[in-house]
């Protein structure tokens, strides 16, 4: 049986690493096709290295472009390369452009397709990866849901039960395996940072950081938290929201710390050292919740409700004062929450699952 898994963004390369590293100890006959959505070092080629993953067999580079563009170069590069390989079965991760256009190229090719972090919504359509989410869903053979409450979103919306599995999420693999290979990072040091004496921040999501007064609220947000903490704020920033910063002639306020994106171990660190995150990135909330620190989201809604639900985060959307009154709120939470997305053996589960359907 032969595995194809089909990545391009930081996230799913994290997120996949473990369904790698599984394939690998396994012996699997496997391969990787990278469409290249992310190309940057630190988006990307950091993350193999970190995580000692293969180098994909297949890089489609199709690099920055609309949603339009680049998901209709990911799917004619992608359909070749399965008409070449004839994998039994497709893996994509996630609801990014690449899952939606790997998984789209091998329904059209009839390979079978296995959804990883499948059943999570936002109901909210204005965001660009709930179209991929519902797509990709709904074109899969098998749903790896990380959680029950995903099933049942995927029930309600008329998937078939035998094409559900509630495996847990792969990054509670990745986290628990690397974790302590990240406590050899020296990041805090570096930015001479102490244990739970700074938070941390990411940002990234179209709908915040492409809308310059949304951006600009959000950093007055956290320049209100700055300013009643005195804690530094550490931002890795994202190329889109780089370059957005430029173009809007926005002014970082003091105490935000702009660091370049960081890598794997590195970013870990940070998170397990911080004593709150403030974020709009779906891959830190869970994080944060895997390892115990209160989060605010910068979002009005999530597709990880679940985190919500145990008390480990709060949404908060991007006005200035609800930023604040979020971190209020959050301030000195007991992080005794249950993890609620697995064990760390979803990669496991989810090749048992794929193997057992259709291997030969
Ligand atoms: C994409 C995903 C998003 C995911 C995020 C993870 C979609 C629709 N969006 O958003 O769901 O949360 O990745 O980080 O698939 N850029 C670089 N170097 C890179 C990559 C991007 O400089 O390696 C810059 C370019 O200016 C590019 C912009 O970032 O135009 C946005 O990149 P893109 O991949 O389109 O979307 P992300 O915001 O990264
Ligand atoms: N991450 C990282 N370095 C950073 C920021 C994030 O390694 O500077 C990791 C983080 O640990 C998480 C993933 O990237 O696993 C989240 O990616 P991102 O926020 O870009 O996307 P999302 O999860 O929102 O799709």
Not at 3 to 23: D, F, N, Q, W, Y
Not at 33 to 42: A, F, L, M, P, R
Not at 53 to 78: C, E, F, W
Not at 309 to 320: D, F, P, T, W
């Amino acid at each position: 049986m032969k595995h194809a898994i089909i990545l391009g963004t930081r996230p799913e390369i994290i997120k996949m690493s473990p369904v790698i590293r599984e394939c690998a100890r396994r012996n699997l006959d496997y391969f990787i096709v990278h469409t290249g959505q992310h190309y940057s070092y630190e988006m990307d080629r950091v993350f193999f290295e970190d995580l000692k993953l293969p180098l994909p067999s297949y890089n489609l580079d199709v690099g920055s472009g609309s949603h339009g563009r680049q998901t209709g170069k990911m799917l004619a590069g992608i359909e070749d390369i399965l008409v070449k390989e004839k994998p039994d079965i497709v893996y994509v991760q996630g609801d990014t452009n690449t899952v939606l256009a790997g998984a789209l190229a091998a329904s059209k090719l009839q390979i079978a397709i296995g959804h990883v972090e499948a059943g999570l919504r936002s109901f909210d359509r204005a965001m660009p990866e709930e179209t991929n989410r519902i797509v990709a869903d709904h074109v899969s053979d098998l749903l790896f849901a990380p959680t029950a409450d995903s099933r049942k979103l995927l029930l309600q919306e008329g998937i078939p039960e035998d094409r559900i599995f509630v495996t847990g999420n792969t990054i509670v693999d990745a986290v628990k395996s690397n974790l302590e290979i990240a406590r050899g990072s020296d990041i805090l040091e570096r930015l001479h940072l102490t244990p739970k004496g700074y938070m941390l921040s990411t940002l990234h999501r179209q709908e915040n950081v492409d809308d310059r007064g949304r951006l600009g609220s959000i950093l007055v947000g956290l320049s209100k938290v700055y300013s009643e903490y005195r804690l530094p704020i550490v931002l890795p920033i994202h190329p889109r929201t780089k370059k957005n910063i430029g173009e809007f002639g926005l002014v970082i306020p003091d105490g935000i710390r702009l660091i370049d994106p960081a890598g794997f171990m590195d970013f870990l660190m940070l998170e397990a050292n911080a004593c709150m995150a403030l974020t709009d990135s779906g891959g830190v909330q869970e994080e944060c919740c895997i390892l115990g620190v209160p989060c605010v989201t910068l979002r009005e809604n999530t597709e990880r409700p679940e985190t919500v639900q145990v008390g480990a985060n709060v949404l908060a959307g991007y006005k200035s004062d609800d930023i604040l009154a979020a971190a209020r709120a959050m301030t000195g939470k007991k992080s005794d929450w249950v993890n609620p997305f697995g064990d760390g053996h979803a990669s496991g589960k989810i090749l048992d699952a794929a193997i057992d359907r259709y291997g030969k």
